[in-house]
């Protein structure tokens, strides 16, 4: 709605304005029609490529592996060449937001090492970036040793797509889990 103006435009003000703007016609309305982008469509990973990408993770992490032996309390920290280091300093703090847990007390090794590859497979493919992994200090062993915090600490670091981790702080399990920091899905 046009509003009536105060003031009177004189003649030659309305005849050079009119000369300017040329061989214009008003607007309907002043409003903008807003319309959604079209998304990227996500792309769909058939069934068996799932299942290849599942046999060739699990088959990549080995037991041959020998990144030295940790004890109970030790932290682990790992980090790929080439992280920023303000990246793996958020990650140690906490501050990422972590989506998926993946709790592996009470399983054999062969049990762990199967849920570890489908689960990072799995939070690879929902987008997840970072997620923790529970491992256990090692206290219901038959030695009282870690040894599932050793094959973690083994497997994580053959894994391909975690860029790194390290010991979670001890709100969400100190030493006895992992924060793990995972390249972004393609």
Partial sequence: MAKKLKF??????SELFRRETGNVRPLRHDK???RRL????VKSISHQRTLEQHALTHDMLSDDMDVGTLETSDEMLFVRP???H?????LRRGQFSTGCQLDLHGLTIPEARQALAGFLHASQV???????????????SQHKQPILKNKVNSW???HTEVLAFCSAQPADGGTGAVYVLLRRGT
């Fill in 32 to 34: 903008i029609t807003l």
């Fill in 156 to 158: 994580l670091q053959q």
């Fill in 126 to 140: 929902r987008g997840a970036q970072c997620v923790v992994i529970i491992h256990g200090k090692g206290y219901g």
């Fill in 82 to 84: 080439g992280m920023q």
């Fill in 86 to 90: 303000g990246l793996l300093r958020k």
């Fill in 8 to 13: 009177k435009i004189s003649e030659e003000d």
């Fill in 38 to 41: 079209p998304t990227k469509p």
